[in-house]
């Protein structure tokens, strides 16, 4: 069905901001129990060693505190979380238990928690707990080491993926150009603003299990936890709250969601554990961190005709649920929204006595984008090609739509870019940052600072299937109610889809009662969000569950009227009209409540696309950089909130300048992470970026769902470190500075200016 | 060990015992059910726990419950009614200057402070005191803009700063 057009399109102010502009958002720590403990993790201060003993007496005499549980107490075999993404069964030897028993592999790992009155006392107790660690070799970086983190597998190297297209050989046999580089990323993560949480209840007498703090993918986690812990998934509630944030990183299952259900019901109290911000640093998925080695082929009219090289990621010490993501999407989407006809691109993961890595807002897409447009800027200059000219060269065209992509393997992935017209955004956004006018100042010095600008494009990919489901249901009072298996994590869920059950209903947004999502209660089955999928998926769910309400009231209605349902007319407002203009409101036929199920199948992704241009300024006495404009045109297909669109792209930008130029999580040669507070691992701050401006455009919907969505929110991240590094390289074209690799911090961009001063 | 603790909380008189070593943001989430107060680092980093003490902006998560007797404490439930948004609130909402909402009732006491003082600051002055408060959502140009539009109803004699 085609939804009409009143709320879809709006920039509707959302619902959810009346809770939180108040304080009233309801997060998984505000929430409490009686007879509520609170748990502790005590982690691995070593980043690989082989646990000798633990010896938790001393802690579990302590005053107030309850009990002290380690892998023994867990049981044997302890628990190993699965994949969720990319499941192969080669990767299965390096998932993660939920808590550590043989060796420990990172900082942070869990070997023991601490139940206790108070938090406070919680931790107290930690310190009463002596762990004998045998330490090993810390394995830091990738590559081969004597060292094996995992005794049974002979290499630390877990798996090595390809992208193939084409016969890249033969292109380069013949390329009357190549150029090779190699280029890098730093290990950084997510950072959401709210700390993890979990708090879970057992309930003896139903044989029953909540858990609260639930995020991005409950279906499935109450999957995994069903299966761990021995029960039905029945018999599991998990309940998602307000959620602080997620960006990829938040919600997936780490060891504390089995952690606490476990010590939850095995104490028979209520249990609640929240993260502080140092262990955040060291448990959550860390991403991002990878080097290259890759070449490219080109005709001399600047026309791409092959990229291969290789590529290798940093995993971390175990393969967590959605550890593969960055790593294989650094090869499939190297070529972005570029026609590149020949493909070979390996990539190779490796274990490291590191945390494990996933996925955080464009996983592999915002490393990838940084090697390739660092390396267009190379090839235009060597090939006497405008950067822009060069870019528009290779751009996919409409008429070539579908595109397809490189094929990954193991196990044979395709997937192909669906609709739009590259040269659109890319115009608009040479347009709107004033790129003719400004290209004068290009490598220029001005008051002491050296101008430079750059521009880079890209594609992004949302709306992964299988499917999700929807359930609207008509109140007595004649309002709707939204239940959906899609998932909040801050983004403004609950007003899209209100605006889109609206516009599918025909009635206004005040008669969407609410919008319900995430727990597994809602609805029989859900997918959850990630992957930019939650307007494209839930959104289509609603569209179809709201087609099938409006059938059961013509039903109800053709009951009253006596005629059949065909004759029922809804007339937008809420009311039923039959024959001989009878007509009754929406109220008298709900009963106590008609309901609806919807479900939205999806085997093919969207692409949204877009441009991003940047105008720096650096100064050469110290490589600090000034952000003095940037543009970020993208273009999602419809759109269905454009104050919420905005708001997502720029602050993707913002977050993707961090990455850029300030997030980095050191580790030292014994795998210590050297950033375990704010103060060291730095974010953007309100003064550090001001002028950052945004463009969404929705000329171009998605032919692969009846809303005409793509899935947006993470396009805004992906090209940001390429065009800084672009930008930053122009200005200092003069010194030879080359950036090879993330952050752009000034000693960093100094030291690159160093050899020119000599 | 406990100790007694008297301040003032919303304008509402508070009289309990606190363990010498609970922080002020612990104490009002915690012990006063006050869970508009975000706690996002507790390094006193993040600003997420910012409260008004004595009309000072001020991180609640480096502050100890017992420092804050006698003074008057004020934290988002303070400033906000049930049945109208503030002019701030409004206008946060209105620019879409918060996502996940963690970070906004720092970011509103902060602003709130500055604006009290400060009706007529420029954008830079903005940027510069939310510098403190750090939002990983927005890219922080929604709550810049959300700010500088609530002066107005701020350089009212009678204005929520009187």
Same mark, same amino acid.
């Given at each position: 069905?085609?939804?009409?057009?009143?709320?879809?399109?709006?920039?509707?102010?959302?619902?959810?901001?009346?809770?939180?502009?108040?304080?009233?958002?309801?997060?998984?720590?505000?929430?409490?129990?009686?007879?509520?403990?609170?748990?502790?993790?005590?982690?691995?201060?070593?980043?690989?060693?082989?646990?000798?003993?633990?010896?938790?007496?001393?802690?579990?005499?302590?005053?107030?505190?309850?009990?002290?549980?380690?892998?023994?107490?867990?049981?044997?075999?302890?628990?190993?979380?699965?994949?969720?993404?990319?499941?192969?069964?080669?990767?299965?030897?390096?998932?993660?238990?939920?808590?550590?028993?043989?060796?420990?592999?990172?900082?942070?790992?869990?070997?023991?928690?601490?139940?206790?009155?108070?938090?406070?006392?919680?931790?107290?107790?930690?310190?009463?707990?002596?762990?004998?660690?045998?330490?090993?070799?810390?394995?830091?970086?990738?590559?081969?080491?004597?060292?094996?983190?995992?005794?049974?597998?002979?290499?630390?190297?877990?798996?090595?993926?390809?992208?193939?297209?084409?016969?890249?050989?033969?292109?380069?046999?013949?390329?009357?150009?190549?150029?090779?580089?190699?280029?890098?990323?730093?290990?950084?993560?997510?950072?959401?603003?709210?700390?993890?949480?979990?708090?879970?209840?057992?309930?003896?007498?139903?044989?029953?299990?909540?858990?609260?703090?639930?995020?991005?993918?409950?279906?499935?986690?109450?999957?995994?936890?069903?299966?761990?812990?021995?029960?039905?998934?029945?018999?599991?509630?998990?309940?998602?709250?307000?959620?602080?944030?997620?960006?990829?990183?938040?919600?997936?299952?780490?060891?504390?969601?089995?952690?606490?259900?476990?010590?939850?019901?095995?104490?028979?109290?209520?249990?609640?554990?929240?993260?502080?911000?140092?262990?955040?640093?060291?448990?959550?998925?860390?991403?991002?961190?990878?080097?290259?080695?890759?070449?490219?082929?080109?005709?001399?009219?600047?026309?791409?005709?092959?990229?291969?090289?290789?590529?290798?990621?940093?995993?971390?010490?175990?393969?967590?649920?959605?550890?593969?993501?960055?790593?294989?999407?650094?090869?499939?989407?190297?070529?972005?929204?570029?026609?590149?006809?020949?493909?070979?691109?390996?990539?190779?993961?490796?274990?490291?006595?590191?945390?494990?890595?996933?996925?955080?807002?464009?996983?592999?897409?915002?490393?990838?984008?940084?090697?390739?447009?660092?390396?267009?800027?190379?090839?235009?200059?060597?090939?006497?090609?405008?950067?822009?000219?060069?870019?528009?060269?290779?751009?996919?065209?409409?008429?070539?739509?579908?595109?397809?992509?490189?094929?990954?393997?193991?196990?044979?992935?395709?997937?192909?870019?669906?609709?739009?017209?590259?040269?659109?955004?890319?115009?608009?956004?040479?347009?709107?940052?004033?790129?003719?006018?400004?290209?004068?100042?290009?490598?220029?010095?001005?008051?002491?600072?050296?101008?430079?600008?750059?521009?880079?494009?890209?594609?992004?990919?949302?709306?992964?299937?299988?499917?999700?489901?929807?359930?609207?249901?008509?109140?007595?009072?004649?309002?709707?109610? @939204?239940?959906? *298996?899609?998932?909040?994590?801050? +983004? /403004?869920?609950?007003? %899209? =889809?209100?605006?889109? $059950? #609206? &516009?599918? !209903?025909?009635?206004?947004?005040?008669?969407?009662?609410?919008?319900?999502?995430?727990?597994?209660?809602?609805?029989?089955?859900?997918?959850?969000?990630?992957?930019?999928?939650?307007?494209?998926?839930?959104?289509?769910?609603?569209?179809?569950?709201?087609?099938?309400?409006?059938?059961?009231?013509?039903?109800?209605?053709?009951?009253?009227?006596?005629?059949?349902?065909?004759?029922?007319?809804? @007339?937008?407002? *809420?009311?039923?009209?039959?024959? +001989? /203009?009878?007509?009754? %409101? =929406?109220?008298?036929? $709900? #009963? &106590?409540? !008609?309901?609806?199920?919807?479900?939205?199948?999806?085997?093919?992704?969207?692409?949204?696309?877009?441009?991003?241009?940047?105008?720096?300024?650096?100064?050469?006495?110290?490589?600090?950089?000034?952000?003095?404009?940037?543009?970020?045109?993208?273009?999602?297909?419809?759109?269905?909130?454009?104050?919420?669109?905005?708001?997502?792209?720029?602050?993707?930008?913002?977050?993707?300048?961090?990455?850029?130029?300030?997030?980095?999580?050191?580790?030292?040669?014994?795998?210590?992470?050297?950033?375990?507070?704010? $103060?060291?691992?730095?974010?953007?701050?309100?003064?550090?970026?001001?002028?950052?401006?945004?463009?969404?455009?929705?000329?171009?919907?998605?032919?692969?769902?009846?809303?005409?969505?793509?899935?947006?929110?993470?396009?805004?991240?992906?090209?940001?470190?390429?065009?800084?590094?672009?930008?930053?390289?122009?200005?200092?074209?003069?010194?030879?500075?080359?950036?090879?690799?993330?952050?752009?911090?000034?000693?960093?961009?100094?030291?690159?200016?160093?050899?020119?001063?000599? | 060990?406990?100790?007694?603790?008297?301040?003032?909380?919303?304008?509402?008189?508070?009289?309990?015992?606190?363990?010498?070593?609970?922080?002020?943001?612990?104490?009002?989430?915690?012990?006063?059910?006050?869970?508009?107060?975000?706690?996002?680092?507790?390094?006193?980093?993040?600003?997420?726990?910012?409260?008004?003490?004595?009309?000072?902006?001020?991180?609640?998560?480096?502050?100890?419950?017992?420092?804050?007797?006698?003074?008057?404490?004020?934290?988002?439930?303070?400033?906000?009614?049930?049945?109208?948004?503030?002019?701030?609130?409004?206008?946060?909402?209105?620019?879409?200057?918060?996502?996940?909402?963690?970070?906004?009732?720092?970011?509103?006491?902060?602003?709130?402070?500055?604006?009290?003082?400060?009706?007529?600051?420029?954008?830079?002055?903005?940027?510069?005191?939310?510098?403190?408060?750090?939002?990983?959502?927005?890219?922080?140009?929604?709550?810049?803009?959300?700010?500088?539009?609530?002066?107005?109803?701020?350089?009212?004699?009678?204005?929520?700063?009187?």
């Amino acid at each position: 069905m085609k939804p009409n057009n009143a709320l879809i399109g709006s920039p509707i102010e959302r619902l959810e901001d009346l809770r939180f502009t108040r304080g009233r958002g309801e997060y998984v720590d505000d929430l409490t129990r009686v007879g509520l403990l609170h748990a502790t993790i005590l982690r691995s201060s070593v980043a690989h060693g082989r646990i000798r003993s633990i010896d938790a007496d001393a802690a579990r005499i302590l005053p107030h505190v309850h009990s002290v549980f380690t892998a023994a107490d867990i049981g044997n075999p302890v628990p190993i979380i699965p994949m969720r993404l990319h499941p192969l069964p080669e990767l299965q030897p390096f998932e993660q238990p939920v808590m550590a028993y043989d060796k420990v592999r990172y900082v942070g790992e869990p070997i023991a928690i601490v139940l206790a009155e108070s938090a406070a006392i919680a931790e107290d107790a930690l310190a009463a707990i002596a762990v004998d660690i045998e330490p090993l070799p810390a394995v830091t970086g990738c590559g081969g080491s004597d060292e094996r983190l995992f005794d049974a597998h002979g290499t630390n190297l877990a798996l090595t993926y390809t992208a193939a297209k084409g016969d890249a050989a033969a292109a380069f046999a013949d390329a009357p150009y190549t150029r090779r580089e190699k280029f890098a990323v730093q290990r950084h993560t997510a950072l959401p603003m709210e700390p993890r949480g979990v708090m879970a209840e057992w309930d003896t007498a139903r044989g029953r299990l909540t858990v609260w703090g639930a995020a991005k993918v409950p279906f499935f986690n109450r999957r995994i936890l069903a299966r761990q812990i021995g029960l039905p998934e029945a018999s599991i509630e998990l309940v998602e709250n307000d959620v602080g944030g997620g960006f990829g990183a938040r919600g997936e299952f780490y060891p504390e969601d089995f952690l606490i259900p476990f010590a939850a019901r095995r104490v028979g109290r209520p249990v609640k554990w929240i993260e502080d911000r140092r262990e955040h640093l060291m448990a959550i998925n860390h991403a991002r961190e990878s080097e290259c080695d890759i070449e490219i082929a080109c005709s001399r009219d600047g026309t791409i005709l092959a990229l291969r090289g290789h590529a290798a990621t940093n995993m971390g010490a175990y393969l967590r649920t959605n550890g593969a993501v960055g790593a294989r999407n650094i090869v499939q989407f190297m070529s972005g929204p570029y026609r590149v006809p020949n493909i070979d691109l390996t990539v190779s993961m490796w274990m490291t006595n590191k945390t494990p890595v996933g996925t955080y807002r464009g996983p592999g897409r915002f490393e990838t984008d940084f090697f390739r447009e660092r390396l267009f800027d190379m090839v235009a200059r060597d090939l006497g090609i405008d950067r822009v000219e060069f870019r528009r060269r290779n751009l996919v065209a409409p008429t070539e739509m579908p595109y397809a992509l490189a094929t990954i393997t193991p196990y044979e992935h395709k997937d192909e870019l669906d609709s739009g017209d590259y040269q659109t955004t890319l115009d608009r956004c040479l347009q709107e940052i004033g790129w003719k006018e400004k290209i004068a100042l290009n490598g220029k010095e001005t008051d002491g600072r050296y101008h430079g600008l750059a521009v880079g494009c890209f594609v992004e990919g949302g709306a992964a299937g299988p499917k999700e489901t929807a359930r609207l249901v008509l109140e007595p009072n004649g309002s709707f109610s @939204v239940y959906v *298996g899609s998932s909040a994590v801050g +983004q /403004g869920l609950e007003t %899209a =889809f209100a605006q889109i $059950a #609206g &516009d599918a !209903l025909e009635v206004p947004l005040e008669r969407i009662s609410g919008v319900f999502h995430g727990s597994t209660a809602h609805v029989s089955d859900g997918y959850g969000s990630y992957h930019s999928r939650a307007v494209v998926m839930g959104g289509s769910a609603i569209l179809d569950a709201a087609a099938n309400l409006r059938t059961r009231i013509r039903v109800e209605a053709a009951a009253r009227f006596d005629c059949a349902p065909e004759q029922v007319e809804l @007339v937008a407002g *809420g009311t039923a009209v039959g024959p +001989q /203009g009878k007509s009754i %409101a =929406f109220s008298e036929l $709900a #009963g &106590d409540g !008609l309901s609806a199920e919807g479900t939205f199948f999806n085997k093919k992704h969207t692409w949204g696309y877009g441009a991003h241009a940047a105008h720096v300024s650096v100064d050469p006495k110290t490589g600090q950089v000034d952000l003095i404009d940037y543009m970020a045109v993208e273009d999602c297909g419809r759109v269905i909130n454009p104050l919420m669109l905005h708001g997502q792209v720029i602050g993707a930008v913002v977050q993707g300048l961090g990455g850029a130029f300030l997030e980095h999580l050191v580790y030292d040669e014994q795998g210590q992470l050297l950033t375990g507070s704010l $103060a060291d691992y730095l974010v953007p701050t309100a003064s550090d970026f001001p002028r950052i401006r945004a463009q969404v455009m929705g000329t171009h919907p998605s032919p692969i769902n009846p809303l005409g969505a793509k899935g947006a929110g993470e396009g805004g991240i992906i090209p940001v470190g390429g065009v800084m590094a672009n930008a930053v390289a122009a200005a200092l074209s003069s010194f030879g500075v080359e950036p090879h690799a993330l952050p752009l911090t000034p000693p960093t961009i100094w030291q690159l200016m160093e050899p020119a001063r000599r | 060990m406990s100790v007694p603790l008297h301040f003032e909380v919303n304008g509402k008189p508070v009289a309990i015992e606190v363990e010498p070593r609970l922080t002020l943001a612990d104490c009002l989430r915690h012990r006063l059910r006050l869970t508009g107060t975000h706690v996002g680092c507790e390094h006193g980093v993040c600003g997420a726990c910012t409260v008004l003490v004595d009309g000072d902006a001020v991180r609640a998560c480096l502050m100890l419950a017992v420092q804050a007797e006698g003074a008057k404490v004020v934290t988002i439930e303070g400033l906000s009614h049930d049945a109208h948004l503030t002019p701030l609130q409004a206008s946060f909402r209105k620019h879409h200057a918060l996502q996940c909402g963690f970070c906004t009732p720092g970011m509103i006491t902060t602003a709130h402070a500055l604006l009290s003082e400060e009706p007529h600051c420029d954008a830079a002055r903005v940027r510069e005191v939310l510098s403190g408060n750090l939002c990983r959502c927005t890219g922080y140009v929604s709550i810049v803009e959300a700010v500088l539009a609530a002066r107005v109803a701020y350089q009212k004699k009678d204005g929520p700063g009187a």
